[in-house]
């Protein structure tokens, strides 16, 4: 299925369902970002003093890193749901720094015009029903001279070794989960456009990889997708829509058991990461 073929999801309005959902197996891929594995493309604009809001903060491994580079200055952290904040406020009171943490909808920032320095979003806006009105209410709040760094991958750049059937398998079931939950799995490659289209006047664009091929690496990730095309939100959305069967998800995970047991394995995940001002 294209992208200009996706049938439209719950997100026709702004809203989307988040594919991954909060199974454990999910959060252990999110607990072991850090600032430095996923924006190191921002750092080097940090300094001490600065306002920064860290939106969709997940686990706030990143918001706490992001904060101890900017202390002591003030750094507010968005999620969707009380769920997602849970989760945020706990590592962060873990780790020892000063968080505020607001619940709000990404498309409409419960905050004032111009109140921070930086704005960052990892991940989120592949997840969002309205990525540009996301980027319009960022910029909104982001100071002039302010910077909106946002980083997301592109699931349709992923490339590994061995060329196993299933996980071209696993890659259509997951994008087409995706759109139908008013996401763009393929977000990267979107993002200086959707910058543009926000009113960003600058738009600075690299890209950063991830690449899993020691031993290590590999049983962390391929163990990780074993469990979660089994157990996680998306293994239930696939079974429920009739799209895939629990055997064909059994396959799947084992597939994902094998390339992560290979000596030649090789997994790449392309990210693109936007530093977008006023």
């Known amino acids: 299925m294209s992208h200009s073929q996706r049938s439209p999801g719950p997100c026709s309005t702004g809203a989307a369902v988040y594919t991954h959902g909060h199974h454990e197996s999910v959060l252990r891929s999110h607990t072991v970002r850090t600032a430095a594995d996923s924006a190191a493309y921002l750092l080097p604009h940090l300094r001490s003093g600065m306002a920064l809001l860290d939106v969709g903060s997940g686990p706030g491994t990143i918001t706490a890193d992001l904060a101890e580079a900017v202390a002591p200055g003030r750094v507010t952290a968005v999620e969707a749901t009380d769920q997602a904040m849970a989760l945020t406020r706990a590592t962060c009171a873990a780790r020892g720094v000063d968080v505020r943490c607001l619940v709000s909808d990404a498309h409409r920032l419960e905050l004032p015009d111009g109140a921070f320095d930086v704005i960052h979003a990892h991940q989120v806006l592949q997840h969002v029903g309205d990525p540009v009105q996301a980027l319009r209410e960022m910029r909104r709040v982001c100071r002039p001279g302010g910077v909106v760094a946002v980083r997301d991958a592109d699931y349709a750049g992923f490339t590994w070794f061995p060329r196993l059937p299933e996980l071209d398998r696993w890659l259509e079931l997951y994008r087409r989960a995706a759109w139908a939950n008013g996401g763009e799995p393929d977000a990267g490659r979107r993002l200086p456009a959707w910058a543009r289209a926000a009113g960003f006047a600058e738009v600075?664009?690299?890209?950063?990889?991830?690449?899993?091929?020691?031993?290590?690496?590999?049983?962390?990730?391929?163990?990780?997708w074993a469990e979660r095309i089994l157990r996680s939100a998306i293994a239930t959305q696939l079974a429920g829509a009739g799209?895939?069967?629990?055997?064909?998800?059994?396959?799947?995970?084992?597939?994902?058991?094998?390339?992560?047991?290979?000596?030649?394995?090789?997994?790449?995940?392309?990210?693109?990461?936007?530093?977008?001002r006023r």
């Open 204 to 224: 600075d664009t690299s890209s950063s990889t991830w690449c899993f091929a020691d031993p290590e690496s590999r049983a962390w990730w391929g163990g990780m």
């Open 243 to 276: 799209w895939a069967t629990r055997a064909e998800l059994e396959e799947i995970s084992a597939a994902w058991l094998r390339w992560a047991d290979d000596p030649d394995g090789v997994l790449v995940v392309p990210h693109v990461e936007v530093l977008a």
